[in-house]
């Protein structure tokens, strides 16, 4: 087990970074994580990510590891599937690199690919997988172990795929990852992450 300090070039606050049966979160470099949010146990945020007000990302029974670039938004809960009788191996969160997290938005236990847009209030259940470059609408529902194609827009509850994105739309990603390097690096300049 890992009980490393958080690595962070801005000190965190102790009070909403926090570790959790040795487990003690890691931050790679430039990461804001906003005070009102708890990070919390064996999860991994990779360069350049942020945490935005109210998000909460627990992982108390299984691990998260959240690649470069990724912004969760205000009001998101990131969870996990822990080991038991029903789910004997239980599911890790697995989030890839220029992922935008829409505002209150959960995750749970489940894939998420590099280049996504998950929508506001949007839910991804346990075991599902959302493929690279895939855009989950607002509001959707992507229920267990369902997989998301690479390339498609998917809207619903529970949801279908729509159609195939444009290329505007695949641009988007990283447009919008990097919008959120931005903002989070105003933040710190401004002292929010001391």
């Known amino acids: 087990m890992s ?20 487990w003690t979160p890691k931050l790679g470099e430039r990461v804001f994580v906003d005070p009102t949010a708890v ?36 009001g998101s809960v ?4 822990h080991a038991g009788p029903f789910n004997p191996d239980g599911f890790p969160l697995m989030i890839g690199d220029d992922v935008t997290i829409g505002h209150q938005a959960m995750l749970h236990g489940c894939t998420i690919g590099s280049r996504v847009l998950i929508g506001m209030g949007a839910m991804v259940m346990d075991g599902a997988i959302v493929e690279d470059e895939v855009i989950v609408g607002a509001g959707s529902l992507v229920p267990p172990g369902k997989v998301l194609e690479s ?3 998917y809207v619903g509850r529970p949801v279908e795929k729509k159609r195939p994105l444009t290329e505007k ?4 990603f990283t447009y ?19």
């Open 169 to 172: 739309e695949m641009k988007f």
């Open 151 to 153: 390339g498609h827009l």
């Open 176 to 194: 919008t990852a990097g919008n959120y390097v931005k903002l989070k690096d105003e933040h710190i300049a401004e002292g929010y992450n001391e």
């Open 78 to 81: 990131l969870h996990i599937t």
């Open 39 to 74: 990070v919390l146990g064996d999860v991994e945020l990779g360069d350049d990510c942020s945490v935005w007000p109210l998000t909460v990302i627990r992982g108390d029974m299984h691990r998260i590891r959240i690649g470069h670039r990724t912004s969760v938004q205000d």
């Open 3 to 22: 009980t490393a300090k958080p690595e962070n070039t801005a000190s965190a606050p102790a009070a909403n970074i926090r570790s959790f049966k040795g």
